[in-house]
C-alpha cells in the first residue's frame, strides 16, 4: 500500500454512508420476511455444522448520552428476571424449529450491558442456553463487560460459565470528555475490572475506544489512548462517534458545537492509529487493532477476516442465530430481525410464536454484492472474479460497481486486472468504496453516520 498518499478529500469522508455490518443494511429488511420464513431457514440448517450464537441483553443501569444502542434502563433485577423467562421461551421456540440441538462455535453476549446480570441471572441465561444448544465446543465465549458495572462475584460468575473474553467499553478518559457524553468512569475502576478478569484466566481483553467525541483534541485523545495500551488489550476497536439524533434521541444531550468536524474527526483517527501501529498492533479493517498472536490478526495475514453485527470476526459459521429484542440473525438464506421493543418481543415468544418482525431474502445478487462489501471492508481490496464466482451478469454488474468506485474516488482507488484495491494504507475510504457496490443505497432516504 501507499503511505505517502495525499492528504485525504474531506468531502467525500462526509458523505453519509452505512456501517455495512450487514448488506443489506438493517433499515431495508421488511416485514414480508417473518417468523414462516426464519423457521424454514433454520430448519434446512445441517444439524452438525456448528452456528454463531449472540444474545442481547437490551438493559442498562445508566443510559450514556452517546449511545445508539437498543437499550432501556433498569435500577432492579426484576426487568432482567422476566427477560430471562422470555428468553427460555425463545430458545425452546428456535431450537424446535432446528434440526437437532446444534453445535456451537462462538457465542456473545451484548447489549446494553450483560454484566448487569447478578451471578444467579448469569447462571440461568448459560442454563437456558444449553438447553437449546451444544455449547460444550465453542471456541470462544464472549462477553460486552462495563467496568462500572461488574464486582468479583459476577466476574466469579462469568468464569464459571465458560467466558473466554471480553470486551470493555471505556470510549474516553478525559473527565470533560466524559461528562459531555453521560458516562462518567475511572481508570481505576476499568484497570481493577481487567486485573480481575486476568486473574481469573480470562486473558483475552478488547478495549472500545470513541474518536469524535465532544471536547476530544488530539492531545486529550493520546491520554486515553496510553492509559487504554497499560490495559495491554490483545485487540482495541476505534469507532468513530456517529451523530444520529434522529435516530438515537438521547444524543440530543450531545453539545453539538463541542464536536469535532471532519477534518478533525480525521486527525483524531489518524493520531489513534499511528498510536496503536506504533506500539506493535496491526490495523484490522477499518477500525480494530490487534497484537500479532491475537485470532484477528492471524485471520487477517490468512484472508479469512469476517465482517458481522459486532464489527470483525474470526468466526466463519455460516449461520449466526441471535436471541432477544431487536438481534438479527443471519442464515444462509437471508436476515431475520426480532422485535425491536421488548414489550413486543415478549409478546410474541408468550403467544408461542417466533418474534421475527422483519427480515430480508438474498438474492445471489446480493450474496455477490455483500461479498464484495465485505472484502473491501476487511481487506481493503476485492477480486470481482472472486466474487461474482463465474456468473457473467453478476460480473458485469460488479464491474459497473467497480467503475464507479473509480469515478467517485479517483486517486483512493485503483483497478488492476479484476482488482479493485483501496490505495490508501488506513483505508479510510473503505467505506465509500462499498457505498458503491451498494444497489439499495439510491432507495434509502435514511440518513447514516459518516462516512469516517
Ligand atoms: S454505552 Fe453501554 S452502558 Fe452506556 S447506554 Fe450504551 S450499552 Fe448502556
Same mark, same amino acid.
Given at each position: 500500500?501507499?503511505?505517502? %498518499? ?220 496510553? %492509559? ?225
Amino acid at each position: 500500500m501507499n503511505h505517502a %498518499s495525499p492528504s485525504p478529500q474531506p468531502r467525500l469522508l462526509d458523505a453519509r454512508v452505512p456501517r455495512y455490518t450487514s448488506y443489506p443494511p438493517a433499515n431495508h429488511f421488511s416485514a414480508a420476511t417473518g417468523a414462516a420464513a426464519y423457521a424454514g431457514w433454520l430448519a434446512a440448517l445441517p444439524p452438525a455444522e456448528p452456528v454463531s450464537l449472540y444474545v442481547h441483553i437490551p438493559f442498562c443501569r445508566r443510559l450514556c448520552h452517546f449511545c445508539a444502542c437498543r437499550t432501556q434502563g433498569t435500577a432492579t433485577a426484576r426487568p432482567i428476571d422476566r427477560y430471562l423467562d422470555h428468553l427460555a421461551m425463545e430458545v425452546a421456540l428456535v431450537a424446535q424449529a432446528l434440526p437437532g440441538k446444534m453445535p456451537v462455535s462462538q457465542l456473545h453476549l451484548g447489549g446494553g450491558t450483560p454484566t448487569l446480570l447478578t451471578p444467579a441471572q448469569t447462571a440461568r441465561l448459560f442454563a437456558i442456553l444449553a438447553e437449546g444448544f451444544d455449547l460444550s465446543v465453542a471456541a470462544e465465549i464472549a462477553v460486552e463487560l462495563d467496568p462500572t458495572e461488574i464486582d468479583a462475584a459476577r466476574l466469579d460468575a462469568l468464569v464459571a460459565a465458560g467466558v473466554t473474553r471480553a470486551s470493555l467499553g471505556i470510549q474516553d478518559f478525559e473527565p470533560r470528555v466524559q461528562e459531555a457524553i453521560g458516562r462518567p468512569q475511572s481508570l481505576q475502576q476499568t484497570r481493577e475490572a481487567a486485573d480481575g478478569l486476568r486473574a481469573r484466566g480470562i486473558a483475552s481483553l478488547n478495549a472500545d475506544v470513541l474518536y469524535g467525541l465532544p471536547y476530544q483534541t488530539t492531545a486529550s485523545l493520546h491520554r486515553t489512548l496510553d %492509559s487504554v495500551l497499560a490495559l495491554e488489550p490483545d485487540r482495541l476497536a476505534l469507532f468513530g462517534y456517529a451523530h444520529v439524533p434522529w435516530a438515537a434521541r438521547r444524543q440530543r444531550l450531545i453539545p453539538t458545537e463541542a464536536l469535532p468536524d471532519g477534518p478533525a474527526r480525521q486527525r483524531l483517527f489518524e493520531a489513534a492509529r499511528r498510536h496503536f501501529l506504533g506500539q506493535g498492533y496491526r490495523q484490522i479493517g477499518i477500525d480494530h487493532f490487534a497484537r500479532a498472536h491475537d485470532g484477528l490478526s492471524q485471520a487477517a495475514i490468512a484472508g479469512r477476516l469476517h465482517r458481522n453485527f459486532q464489527g470483525y470476526t474470526t468466526d466463519a459459521a455460516a449461520a449466526l442465530i441471535s436471541l432477544g429484542a431487536s438481534a438479527i440473525s443471519k442464515l444462509p438464506q437471508g436476515y431475520a430481525q426480532n422485535a425491536a421493543d421488548t414489550a413486543g418481543w415478549q409478546a410474541a415468544v408468550s403467544a408461542g410464536r417466533l418474534p421475527t418482525a422483519r427480515g430480508h431474502a438474498f438474492s445471489a445478487e446480493d450474496l455477490a454484492r455483500a461479498r464484495a462489501i465485505e472484502r473491501l471492508l476487511c481487506d481493503f481490496r476485492v477480486d470481482l472474479d472472486a466474487v461474482a464466482g463465474g456468473h457473467a451478469g453478476l460480473r458485469a454488474r460488479l464491474a459497473e460497481a467497480a467503475d464507479q468506485a473509480v469515478a467517485r474516488l479517483g486517486a483512493e482507488v485503483e483497478m488492476t486486472g479484476s482488482v479493485l484495491r483501496l490505495t490508501r494504507a488506513s483505508g479510510i475510504y473503505a467505506r465509500c468504496a462499498a457505498a458503491a457496490f451498494d444497489a439499495y443505497l439510491a432507495e434509502g432516504a435514511v440518513p447514516y453516520s459518516l462516512a469516517l
